[in-house]
């Protein structure tokens, strides 16, 4: 009953734009911290971003300033804006949910995105 669903991922040039989203259903968003991660073929999963569930955002150092999270908890989703994209940003990108109280974390099933010419 849980789902985070990913979407946005795709082909884009380096320089370009992409927005990755999140769809969660089947547990109380609001109460959730969120994050994106990502992994590339062969490396170990690494965070992106955060957002708490109230707000603030912290960024891997990788991303800062090209980057942005973001979260709507009437709408059940937690966006990913990426400007500036390089091809060391290829990987499969991740829709996390933990709420650290119960212990319980939720994952998506991941949208690649490419970055290459």
């Known amino acids: 009953q849980v789902q985070l669903v990913e979407s946005g991922g795709g082909l884009v040039q380096p320089g370009g734009s992409l927005r990755l989203s999140c769809a969660a259903s089947g547990f109380p968003f609001s109460l959730y911290d969120m994050n994106w991660f990502r992994q590339a073929p062969g490396k170990e999963r690494e965070l992106v971003a955060n957002i708490p569930n109230y707000g603030g955002t912290k960024y891997a150092d990788f991303v800062k300033g090209r980057f942005t999270i973001s979260r709507d908890n009437d709408k059940n989703t937690v966006l990913l804006q990426m400007n500036s994209l390089k091809p060391e940003d290829t990987a499969v990108y991740f829709c996390?949910?933990?709420?650290?109280?119960?212990?319980?974390?939720?994952w998506g099933q991941g949208t690649p995105v490419t970055v290459s010419s």
């Open positions: 996390n949910a933990i709420r650290r109280r119960s212990g319980n974390n939720y």
